[in-house]
Nanobody, 123 residues
Framework: QVQLAEFGGGLVQAGDSLRLSCVAS????????MGWFRQAPEKAREFVAS????????YYSDSAKGRFTISRDNAKNTMYLQMNSLKPEDTAVYSC????????????????WGQGTQVIVSS
């Protein structure tokens, strides 16, 4: 089982950039496909981006495509989410997790979630 912790959230203005980090403990990080999810106030958690275990394949939600970039460094047990051109609607708690596909949808593996990091984008 991998344990995860997110860092890098904060309060920024619309148009700014942020880079989130997801740091994993344990020696199995490189075995997992990983992903980012977010949950805005009073909304359901939604998929943002995912990356294969090798980093060779990435997937994005429509809202993230073209603005966000997911990457990973297996030597550092760390995954990143570079977020550019942030919008107020990107305000949410961002969480990372090991991921799998369930019924054609990206889903976090139970027990692998980090605690989340808050991103607030002001207009």
């Amino acid at each position: 089982q991998v344990q995860l912790a997110e860092f890098g959230g904060g309060l920024v203005q619309a148009g700014d950039s942020l880079r989130l980090s997801c740091v994993a403990s344990g020696r199995t990080f490189s075995s997992y496909a990983m992903g980012w999810f977010r949950q805005a106030p009073e909304k359901a958690r939604e998929f943002v981006a995912s990356i294969s275990w090798s980093g060779g394949r990435t997937y994005y939600s429509d809202s993230a495509k073209g603005r966000f970039t997911i990457s990973r460094d297996n030597a550092k047990n760390t995954m990143y989410l570079q977020m550019n051109s942030l919008k107020p609607e990107d305000t949410a708690v961002y969480s990372c997790a090991a991921v799998t596909v369930v019924n054609g949808t990206w889903a976090g593996v139970p027990g692998s979630w980090g605690q989340g990091t808050q991103v607030i984008v002001s207009s």
